[in-house]
């Protein structure tokens, strides 16, 4: 093997040391006397010392500057604010604060230059804040939101150093290697447009009714709605009697409510006395023999259901009412308090068609193309990937099969309650615990063999619904091809654009120029009515991600729902009618931060209310957990305290600290909870037999989670115990925190640094006030607040019918576009209007960004790295540094080529559900189940080689001894004060 390392690997060595660097900056941070290591402008002793040695030296300071010259007063007024270093253990993170943080222009110069903001309030919170004790990733044993911060943060900072530091051999990477190697490779860069834009099983699974969407062992569609007038005939084997069964948890018997009509199923239904649900009390008349409920429902639904969890496969037709709906919500509340489950959609009072509600109509419109068959012919297999890049032909000059056409505004009531249902069912099922629960089973579990007869109007609902299904179906896959093809059109855009604002300096003075210089929205260039869209579209995105992407969004939504309601929009609006500016930020000052007669300010107020209701209903979900652990049996109360206490205080013992639970768990491969657990019944606090039943727990769920072999009915029951001890300590870990953040909120130290930073941007913000009007764009925003929360509200309630994610990113981007003229307007007012040189400051802010990314020839040569020469310094192997860059080179292009590949089988899977779609023609759907089966196993073992990939850590040994020993100083020299 050579021992010189060539352009490739050189370059993708730089980034590798530019990620260890961040990462181990960023995790230093972690460290209470971090900011006491970061040179300037924080000190580097104790900053409340700081603080005391000024106060109590006031008097003499007093009299040495009385005796002093203007000049010497000012010097020695410098030197006793200079407690900081140059020398720094975090040379990035560093520079990142003194290049882009410190000069933004929203930040008053005096006053963020001078060392007090810094050292006296942000130091002394920060210090503070870290020893508060909150819990980390690994305890949570999932990302927190700090974490998620971290890697945003981490992503932004290593972009931009990665533009900025080069290689002595970058530029022939660049000029001639890069496309060679790429070339080789067969890889192209993976882009978030593509997961977006193309149609797949995770983006559709909820519109598939025609193919089988199993989704942990279950397919579920809602196919009608029967009305309790219709005369209904179905046959079946044995009567209609649900008996019910007590769950694991609960140790109660209850049933889940089968409405009935005549001829259908059984009027009755048993349960055994012993019932303790008390949300049955209102469904329910008890009597010595049993549990009689009968439904007043006016309509049911009709469910196909194929249970798959077993050997044997089962096909079930049952109906049910909405109050069943309610029942089964109730009973996985009961037996699941700690999970976040999919909202029950609301039941539609009127009779209407399938259309949504009058304030969200505005919402719906989107772009349709004339037929899918035409936008599939688009999208040819055969294609390469280079090939779709390539300019097609338009829509309507594009020939293809005729598509199954069907009329959209079908006659079909209830239309949204019933495709909200069936995803709400769909989305229970993706949770392994609720789809393998007994209440599941309970729901599904009576079922017809041979309907035999139904009514010619339900017969003729069925069929109608089962064409709106495949009219949604098809229209959402045109909807994203179509899309797909627009944000491709603005990814092109985007590209050009940064491509002008690197390599023309005066492109974004242009721009600015152009606002200030028009007289409406209308009389835009291409070039800003396409770079308005992409902000738009990446906005939208943003919400979606925010707000409703992931499972810790719905509290995130919550808590902003509650803040927006406490939010004092009419006396902020009454203050903004002032005409001083200075008058304006006063008052918005005292409304938000002053404590009057020493309490709580209105912003305290404002978080603390909301952390004090999170707190109340968390603490009943954390009841309800612990009464299902105790039924277990004894010991179930020491396990309690156990949990309890370790979270309250984890350094209460010597020999069980949280840094040897982790080194535990990692070593064991086991949870924290467990581990926990097992080390308590080591040194006797509690009792073996439940650490025991734990134990054999964790078993099965391991078992029934990682799918690993077939569990029974009982086994399933006991797996119920660890996922309620493992959610139980995840809820006190969350508990614990939230009791932090408000007393954080409670501290001095915080508010202390909130009006410390109202001082950083008080004149600045003077400035604002004078050219904006901030009356109007107030009003925008409440009136833009109250309509996300309307349009999120009826997406989590499924007043909207089936969404999918594309759905909702098509709603918010209407939504900001329905308020997007109201703000362009104050966008451009303020440019016109600007007489402090605000918008000047702010480009000569980005500008400097710009520059900082600019690849200057005369810039690289005067900063490049010369990668042999620090090799030679750290004394590195090698043979075994160039090991290492080449695994992970060749990791990062393996994942690239698999994910190409998991594209065009996405690809290829949608135009054969798509064929399916409406065909009666056996052999077309035989061929195409086959091929489909075929594609199902091969997106299988693909995702898994992927996921593989993607977890792969490769090792970087020889690469940190590089980092650490040259790089790191190689760093602070380039970037040094």
């Known amino acids: 093997m050579s021992s010189t390392i060539n352009p490739v690997q050189e370059h993708y060595l730089k980034k590798q040391l530019i990620k260890l660097q961040l990462a181990h900056e960023l995790n230093e941070l972690n460290s209470v006397d971090a900011l006491r290591r970061f040179g300037h402008p924080f000190a580097n002793v104790d900053p409340k010392t700081i603080a005391k040695k000024k106060s109590s030296n006031v008097f003499a300071t007093t009299l040495m500057l009385s005796s002093s010259s203007s000049k010497n007063n000012k010097n020695n007024s410098v030197n006793s604010n200079s407690v900081t270093t140059k020398e720094t253990a975090f040379p990035l993170l560093n520079s990142f604060l003194r290049i882009f943080i410190i000069p933004f222009p929203l930040f008053s110069k005096d006053v963020i230059n001078d060392s007090k903001f810094w050292q006296q309030k942000l130091q002394v919170f920060y210090e503070h804040f870290m020893t508060l004790n909150f819990s980390d990733s690994e305890e949570r044993e999932k990302l ?61 699974q909820y519109l598939v009714t025609d193919e089988p969407v199993y989704i942990n062992g279950w397919d579920i569609n809602v196919i009608g709605i029967l009305d309790s007038k219709n005369t209904i005939e179905i046959k079946t084997k044995k009567e209609r009697v649900v008996s019910t069964s007590s769950t694991s948890s609960t140790k109660s018997s209850y049933s889940l409510g089968i409405p009935s009509t005549p001829k259908w199923m059984k009027n009755a239904i048993t349960t055994s006395t012993t019932t303790s649900s008390a949300f049955f009390s209102k469904l329910v008349s008890t009597e010595t023999t049993g549990v009689t409920y009968k439904s007043k429902s006016s309509h049911y639904f009709l469910l196909k259901v194929i249970d798959n969890t077993k050997e044997n496969e089962r096909l079930i037709y049952l109906k049910k009412s909405y109050e069943d709906f309610q029942a089964l919500n109730l009973a996985l509340k009961a ?33 349709m193309s004339p037929s899918l068959s035409d936008v599939l012919s ?58 393998f629960s007994e209440i599941m089973f309970n729901f599904f579990k009576d079922s017809t063999e041979d309907v035999k007869l139904l009514g010619e109007s339900t017969k003729e609902d069925i069929i109608k619904r089962r064409d709106q299904d495949i009219a949604n179906l098809q229209n959402e896959i045109r909807n994203q091809f179509t899309n797909a093809d627009h944000l491709a059109k603005l990814q092109d855009f985007t590209k050009t654009f940064k491509k002008k604002l690197l390599m023309d300096k005066s492109y974004l003075g242009k721009l600015v120029s152009e606002i200030r210089n028009l007289k409406g929205t209308a009389d835009m260039s291409t070039d800003l009515m396409l770079f308005v869209e992409c902000v738009r579209t990446f906005f939208a995105s943003f919400i979606y991600h925010l707000l409703l992407g992931n499972k810790n969004s719905y509290g995130l939504y919550t808590q902003i729902k509650r803040l927006h309601k406490l939010m004092p929009y009419t006396m902020m609006s009454q203050i903004m009618k002032v005409t001083n500016p200075m008058s304006i930020m006063k008052g918005m000052t005292d409304l938000f931060l002053t404590q009057p007669f020493g309490g709580y300010s209105l912003i305290q107020t404002m ?19 612990e009464k299902m652990i105790l039924e277990e049996g004894p010991g179930s109360q020491a396990l309690i305290n156990c949990l309890k206490n370790f979270v309250a205080n984890p350094e209460a013992s010597s020999n069980l600290t949280i840094e040897t639970i982790k080194e535990d768990s990692k070593a064991m491969e086991m949870p924290i909870s467990l581990i926990i657990l097992i080390r308590n019944a080591e040194s006797g606090n509690i009792p073996q037999t439940i650490v025991d039943q734990v134990i054999e727990s964790y078993m099965n769920w391991k078992i029934q989670h990682g799918s690993e072999g077939v569990i029974t009915e009982s086994e399933k029951a006991i797996s119920l115990l660890f996922s309620n001890v493992k959610e139980l300590l995840q809820l006190y870990y969350k508990e614990h925190d939230k009791k932090l953040m408000r ?44 309509d996300l929360i309307k349009l999120i509200n009826s997406n989590i309630h499924g007043e909207l019918g089936v969404c999918t994610k594309f759905d909702i990113i098509c709603s918010l981007n209407n939504l900001l576009l329905k308020h997007q003229e109201g703000y362009l307007k104050l966008a451009i007012d303020f440019c016109k209007d600007d007489t402090e040189g605000i918008v000047d400051e702010y480009v000569q802010w980005f500008e400097n960004i710009l520059e900082f990314l600019r690849n200057d020839e005369a810039e690289i040569k005067k900063d490049m790295v010369d990668i042999e020469s620090l090799s030679r310094e750290a004394a590195t192997d090698i043979v075994t540094l160039k090991t290492e860059i080449d695994d992970i080179i060749d990791n990062k292009f393996d994942i690239r080529r698999i994910h190409k590949e998991l594209i065009l089988l996405r690809k290829k899977k949608m135009k054969i559900i798509i064929d399916n779609t409406g065909t009666t023609n056996i052999d077309i759907l035989n061929d195409n189940s086959y091929s489909l089966a075929d594609i199902n196993n091969q997106l299988e073992s693909l995702e898994k080689k992927y996921k593989e990939l993607v977890e792969k850590d490769p090792s970087v040994v020889e690469i940190e001894k590089l980092r650490t020993l040259a790089f790191n100083d190689y760093v602070k020299d380039i970037f040094k004060m």
Request: aromatic share 8%.
């Open 335 to 367: 037996d699941f308090p700690s999970k976040r489950l999919p909202k029950l959609p609301r039941k539609q009072k009127i009779n209407g068609l399938n259309s949504p509600p009058p304030e969200m109509s505005a919402l719906q419109d989107i772009p």
């Open 743 to 786: 007393k954080m909120w409670q501290d001095p130290e915080l508010s202390q640094l909130l009006k410390a930073f109202v001082n950083v941007i008080y004149d600045p913000m003077v400035k604002v006030f004078k050219v904006a009007n901030v009356a109007v764009a107030l009003k925008l925003f409440e009136k833009f607040m109250n």
């Open 607 to 625: 978080f603390t209310t909301v952390l004090n209701e999170d707190l109340k209903a968390q603490n009943k979900i954390i009841k309800k957990l």
């Open 144 to 204: 927190t939101k700090r974490k998620k911060i971290s890697e945003k943060s981490n992503k932004l900072m290593y972009l931009l150093f990665d533009a900025h530091i080069n290689t002595i051999n970058e530029l022939a990477y660049f000029s001639t290697a890069k496309d060679a190697f790429l070339t080789e490779k067969d890889a192209h860069k993976r882009s978030k447009l593509e997961n977006f834009g193309i149609p797949s099983q995770d983006t559709i």
């Open 378 to 435: 688009n999208y040819s297999l055969d294609k390469s990937i280079e090939e779709e890049g390539e300019e097609d032909k338009s829509v309507t000059e594009r020939e293809g099969p005729e598509s199954f056409s069907i009329n959209n505004n079908l006659n079909c009531p209830r239309e949204n309650t019933r495709t909200s249902l069936r995803q709400y069912l769909r989305g229970l099922c993706e949770d392994k615990d609720i789809a």
